[in-house]
């Protein structure tokens, strides 16, 4: 399917690539999405603060809440049970949602109606955190406070760091999940008039905590702790772009992460200083609101105003496909994570089953294409999520 959507967006002579599906459920523009759970669901946050987690097999709500008060700046999911949403109401929130309460929760969407109160998961954590940007958290699971600064100490399940802005221009507060505390506040660089902080992202690498930035000013930046001073240092500064950095991804195998922009371009960085030099690509197309890296880091894909979602080649940068679908602007985007690099197509071998060999449903054959398959999901300003089905 893949290769036969591509070949139809590259003929002039047939229909351009169609979306697998689209998820229509919210009244306002959509800013967040992230696929959970084996890409079993996708969860999506819009403009009034609602949240939709949608089964993937069935492509229909599972669970519909209000989580915040104003924008969804970012969703995200900590553990199996655990879901994140950051709202420019200053709350991140940590909700608790186990499969077995979905029965519990409303499953009637915003479009249907934006109006009535719905059940609410168990909020397990609230954050007071700076929300005057429109920088979403990140975090880095598995890793506390004190083991992220310890190279002698090891990952910890059940733990995460989260970054976000702080309230000083150029500042990012990283706290620790679940005791709440704050782990470390990294500066803005010297001699940089950054801005305000606009995308950040967390890298672990060997044993040390590496924290990301992108700014108001264009530029890009890598922090790491100084091992005898227990200062923040700056790895890497460079100033790719001419406009605000508006998302930045991480490729660990590659060892550098991408960054787009309010201007047409993309940039390349290391993570270290011995590592890819800076590359920048030129794609004529203003505004990539979203920058997302496949979890195979073959390729990576930008949710671009004009409505298209972009997909290239990680080494290259090259661009491979123009997903156009939505009619407005895109402003966020998702890649599921699939096991292996092709997805593979469903038999009943491949489906957890008993010994005795059998016929599988058509619940277990959506379940099984589910998990298999290198979803891309675009949300857009139409309140629309368009599911592709790519490489």
Known sequence: MATEHLQIAQSSQLPPAQPSYVLRGHSAQVHAVEFLEDNLYIISGDADGWVVLWSIPIRRPVAVWRAHN?????????????????????????WQLKQEDERTFSTTSPIDDAISERKQPWLLHSLTVNALNFCSFTMCSGVSAEEAFSASEQQRPGSCLIATPGVQDGFVNVTSLPSEG???????????????????????????????????????????QNDSTKHWQTIYVNKTHTQPILSLDISPTLDCFFTSSADAIIGRHPLSEDTVKAKST????????????????????????????????????????????????????????????????????SVDAPSIKRDITVSELRTAKAKATHWLAAGSKDGKVSLWDIY
């Not at 104003?70 to 109401?89: A, C, F, Y």
């Open 282 to 349: 030129q794609t004529k197309h203003a505004g990539q609101q979203s920058l997302k890296v496949r979890s195979d880091e073959k390729i990576f894909a930008t949710a671009g105003w004009d409505g298209r979602a972009r997909v290239f080649s990680a080494k290259s940068m090259k661009e491979l496909a123009v997903l156009k679908w939505h009619k407005e602007g895109c402003y966020a985007l998702a890649f599921s994570k699939v096991a292996g690099t092709t997805p593979s197509t469903p038999t009943d071998d």
């Open 70 to 94: 104003n924008t969804i700046l970012g969703v995200g999911s900590w553990g199996d049970e655990s879901v994140i949403t950051h709202g420019r109401d200053g709350k991140l929130n940590v």
């Open 182 to 224: 704050r782990a470390a506040t990294i500066p803005a660089p010297k001699d940089v008039k950054t801005g305000m902080v606009m995308a950040i992202g967390l890298h672990y690498q060997n044993d040390k905590l590496l924290v990301l930035a992108g700014y108001e000013s264009g530029d890009a930046a890598v922090w790491r």
